[in-house]
Nanobody, 127 residues
Framework: QVNLVESGGGLVQAGGSLRLSCTASGDTYSRYCMGWFRQAPGKEREGVASIDRTTYTRYADTVKGRFTIAQIKDKRTLYLEMNSLKPEDTAIYYC?????????????????????WGQGTQVNVSS
């Protein structure tokens, strides 16, 4: 069993930055795909970024060039560095993990590959 806990959300003005963290505890394994998702009120969940054991990263077009996903070497802490934030980035951000594979699939953004999810952290970007 794996427990994921996000932190770092808050209120920021447009153009500002935030860094989200996700700490994993429990039975993590050497194989992994981890990601960040978000859901805004009235909208579907969106895959934001993913990273896997090979350190290959993928980003949604909406955040490419502004957000960076990173992971420290013991793979238990995942980060999402968010720069040039926009009001449309306002959402609850969730950390997700899967430990069955070395690589995230091409459809990682759908979210169904991930077995473990955090409770989410709220990000509000004011205009």
């Amino acid at each position: 069993q794996v427990n994921l806990v996000e932190s770092g959300g808050g209120l920021v003005q447009a153009g500002g930055s935030l860094r989200l963290s996700c700490t994993a505890s429990g039975d993590t394994y050497s194989r992994y795909c981890m990601g960040w998702f978000r859901q805004a009120p009235g909208k579907e969940r969106e895959g934001v970024a993913s990273i896997d054991r090979t350190t290959y990263t993928r980003y949604a077009d909406t955040v490419k060039g502004r957000f960076t996903i990173a992971q420290i070497k013991d793979k238990r802490t995942l980060y999402l560095e968010m720069n040039s934030l926009k009001p449309e980035d306002t959402a609850i951000y969730y950390c997700a993990a899967d430990y069955l594979y070395d690589r995230c699939s091409g459809s990682w953004f759908v979210g169904t590959d991930f077995h473990y999810w955090g409770q989410g952290t709220q990000v509000n970007v004011s205009s």
